[in-house]
């Protein structure tokens, strides 16, 4: 599905952004908590933007329930747990328990992952 390969480039993006303003701009600004929030946000970002894109693929040959559920905990885990985590370093924005929401719906997506292996074709 695009929408997977779509939201892949994006987070790339986004995560190679923030990644590189954690380490050049914003060293100097941030204490190193906020630092390390960064650099986790960021880390989880591209590993999952890659992930999607594995999804993007997969979801081209077999199209199924099983991946696109995958790819919808992984686009919202993505957003609330790396989203979270800027807001809160960036902004001072307590986001409560929507960091552990989205690493929650991250874990999901590697569940729906999994279970596509085995997955009927439809």
Do not use: K
């Amino acid at each position: 599905m695009r929408i997977w390969l779509a939201l892949a480039a994006l987070n790339g993006l986004v995560a190679v952004a923030f990644g590189s303003a954690g380490s050049h701009i914003l060293s100097g600004q941030l204490d190193a908590a906020d630092l390390a929030r960064v650099r986790l946000a960021a880390d989880y970002q591209l590993f999952h933007a890659l992930v999607l894109l594995g999804v993007a693929a997969l979801a081209e040959r077999r199209g199924n329930l099983r991946l696109f559920l995958a790819g919808l905990c992984f686009a919202l885990g993505i957003a609330g747990f790396s989203g979270g985590l800027y807001a809160r370093a960036l902004a001072g924005i307590a986001v409560g328990p929507v960091v552990p929401i989205g690493g929650s719906l991250l874990l999901l997506g590697w569940f729906w992952l999994f279970t596509a292996a085995f997955g009927n074709r439809r």
